[in-house]
């Protein structure tokens, strides 16, 4: 499906989805014990990738749409061998985590995915597993899916880079919990996008699960169970996603109205930087943490540097700002954001540029120029990366013109109804078969 916008001007208030990254970790840890309640989980095409990955290894999980909650039941630290392959969809996060998952099965789990999820890198982790006493290969002998687990893994130590992806920590904390000895893991490397494992060891503090930083990396003990406080979890509302309606209001939003984004309570998201990239680039700006709302009017912006080595996700959201804002916005630190859904600093460099931005692009350094930018309306594409698809997106409500983007349905894996919040916030948006 595609989409077309005009340019518009948006107000009002909106309401971004529950946190992704939350609701992936909340639904496994809730498989690793022996049940629990999530309560205002995202409902996405990724989530539900790992709903099925705790029902393959022998948990059960059950939406009840009228109260908006999960009801999960885990299999108790002790997951089976899944009677069919796992498909993990287009969702990165599902597969590193269910891989360590995998390797704590007593026989062989298969993962795959789409030809995108089958592109990224999973060679560290399967290396992790190996030294853990498992058996992890790629079936294809390129560190990449399909990929075959055979456990169980009884815990130790393992190095494993910290650049390359922050979820090679995440899935082996959370699997370490439940295994005899529990898992040090040792960096090789910096560790990019740190604030992911902040949000793990969150939730499994939630869950009532120990884990912490230490000198060279990350510890969990083993022999834990998953018990959140009275069996339930909430999930937070998701930053990465209100990016996108905070753009918009700083770039699009009517002469003298506000655009008001709520359930934005703090945590330990380090995508609720945006506030500060915004605040940074001169936006009229105001977040009410106690209340959990973010007020925002449209703005004079101006381009700023900004490292990206810990906010992967936020890269094409401030490639666009630096389209609209007067001066170089310099993205640095952002390699890793090329292994993603899509290689997304190619990815935005080439479609704004399609929309008429002058961009320059480094191997870890993205800089839109804007001064020498003017967009217009254009045919771009997506790539098939929801990220990519809202980001266009608030670029297209400042175009001249009309702007279509293929493959808009990709929103539906972190938020569904984004082109209908557009919608109702007042944007010229139309679905195209």
């Known amino acids: 499906m595609d989409i077309e916008l005009s340019q518009s001007r948006v107000h009002g208030r909106a309401r971004a989805p529950p946190s992704k990254s939350y609701t992936h970790r909340a639904i496994l840890a809730a498989g690793y014990s022996a049940g629990a309640l999530v309560y205002n989980p995202l409902n996405s095409a990724d989530t539900q990738a790992t709903m099925r990955a705790v029902e393959a290894f022998g948990g059960d999980v059950d939406r009840d749409t009228d109260k908006d909650v999960l009801d999960v039941t885990g299999f108790d630290g002790r997951p089976g061998v899944p009677a069919n392959v796992i498909d993990c969809a287009n969702s990165g996060t599902t597969m590193r985590l269910v891989t360590a998952c995998a390797g704590l099965a007593d026989g062989i789990s298969i993962l795959t995915g789409d030809s995108s999820l089958r592109s990224r890198p999973q060679g560290p982790l399967l290396d992790a597993l190996d030294a853990l006493g498992g058996r992890a290969e790629s079936t294809r002998g390129n560190g990449q899916a399909p990929l075959a687990i055979k456990g169980p893994i009884s815990g130790g130590a393992v190095s494993i880079p910290g650049d390359v992806s922050s979820q090679y920590i995440t899935a082996l904390l959370m699997a370490g919990a439940v295994t005899e000895e529990g898992i040090d893991v040792n960096l090789e490397t910096e560790l ?3 604030p992911y494992v ?7 503090d939630a869950f009532g699960v120990e884990a912490e930083q230490t000198d060279d990396g990350f510890s969990v003990p083993g022999g834990q169970s ?3 406080t009275d069996g339930e979890y909430h999930v937070p509302g998701d930053f990465s996603s209100m990016s996108y309606l905070l753009a918009a209001g700083a770039v699009a939003a009517d002469e003298g109205k506000e655009l008001v984004v709520a359930g934005a309570q703090p945590s330990a998201q ?4 945006i506030v500060d990239v915004l605040e940074r680039m001169g936006a009229d700006i105001d977040w009410n943490r106690e209340d959990g709302y973010i007020t925002v009017q449209k703005s004079d912006l101006s381009g700023v540097e900004v490292d990206v080595g810990d906010t992967p996700d936020l890269l094409p ?16 630190n952002c390699e890793h954001v090329r292994y993603k859904e899509t290689d997304r600093v190619s990815a935005m460099a080439e479609e704004l540029t399609e929309m008429g931005a002058t961009v320059t692009e480094e191997q870890d350094v993205l800089t839109v120029h804007g001064d020498e930018s003017s967009l217009e ?3 771009v594409d997506g790539r098939g990366d929801h990220r990519i698809v809202m980001s266009l997106a608030v670029a297209g409500l400042v175009a001249d013109g009309t702007t279509t983007i293929a493959g808009g349905d990709h929103v539906d894996v972190s938020f569904p109804d984004f082109f209908d919040v557009l919608y109702d916030l007042g944007a010229d948006v139309r679905h195209v078969q």
């Open 192 to 194: 990019k996008s740190a």
């Open 198 to 204: 902040d949000i793990t060891l969150e939730v499994l």
């Open 226 to 228: 998953y018990e959140p």
């Open 270 to 273: 380090g995508d609720s930087a």
């Open 317 to 332: 959201t401030i490639a666009t700002l630096g389209a609209v804002a007067s001066g170089d916005t310099h993205i640095v």
């Open 377 to 379: 309306g254009a045919a």
